[in-house]
């Protein structure tokens, strides 16, 4: 039987990406209709966004131990959490955690050196470009990375919080990621982490400037094959 899967959720739409990304590719492994079990557990949004804008990661990395007691106590064998941005609480929450974890931006760096990029540009909230949570797993295999700027950062990170988690999708948007992909382009990026589980629902590789890294569906891959594979 395959390993029971626990979502930890943060924001709507990423997770629901994900989950319905471990649903429907789930069927080339197991057979027509089927998918390991999921279960998922998401607090309010406005709870992660509180400590957030207080720099409380202490209280980011409570929420996520609380949505994984919840999901251990539901059987889920190993948790994976489609948010880029609240892994800064991943050292608080890891040593404390009830069940193992898949990292999603282990994964995503891994499937960069699979691929052979060599200088990864990072797109995501305010929080995350800020943050280490990128910078540290790409330079543990050797690659390079480049943060948007701060005009850049503002820009992205209110489309994320303002339209993209609200199901909001607009053309202006998909404009202005392009613009800060070709910028990254042009300064030697081969490739880009959408590093906040939103941005695959507007950006992909048929639109984008640099071929993508999507955390969201890797990481969903990724967990479906360790519940397949144990």
């Not at 789930?26 to 309010?44: F, I, K, Q, Y």
């Not at 800064?88 to 994964?107: M, T």
């Not at 392009?178 to 382009?185: D, E, F, G, N, T």
């Not at 959408?194 to 890294?213: M, Q, V």
Request: with cysteine; aromatic share 6%; net charge negative.
């Amino acid at each position: 039987m395959p390993q029971h899967i626990g979502i930890v959720g943060c924001s709507a739409e990423g997770a629901a990406l994900c989950y319905r990304t471990i649903c429907a590719e789930g069927a080339p492994l197991l057979g027509p209709h089927a998918h390991p079990e999921v279960s998922m557990h998401t607090p309010s949004l406005a709870s992660y966004v509180h400590c957030l804008e207080h720099g409380d990661m202490d209280g980011v990395g409570e929420l996520m131990l609380a949505s994984a007691h919840k999901l251990a106590a539901a059987g889920a064998d190993f948790l994976i959490c489609p948010d880029n941005t609240i892994h800064q609480a991943f050292a608080y929450v890891a040593p404390r955690s009830p069940l193992p974890w898949l990292h999603i931006a282990e994964v995503v760096a891994d499937e960069a050196a699979r691929r052979g990029f060599q200088r990864i540009g990072i797109t995501g909230t305010r929080w995350l470009v800020a943050s280490e949570v990128y910078p540290e797993k790409l330079s543990a295999r050797g690659l390079q990375y480049m943060r948007p700027s701060d005009a850049e950062r503002d820009d992205l990170g209110r489309i994320i919080m303002d339209e993209l988690v609200c199901g909001i999708f607009k053309p202006e948007a998909v404009a202005s990621f392009q613009r800060v992909m070709a910028r990254m382009k042009s300064e030697g990026c081969d490739a880009v982490v959408l590093g906040c589980t939103e941005i695959p629902l507007i950006i992909n590789d048929a639109n984008a400037p640099l071929p993508t890294l999507d955390s969201t569906r890797l990481l969903a891959r990724a967990a479906l094959q360790r519940a397949v594979g144990g």
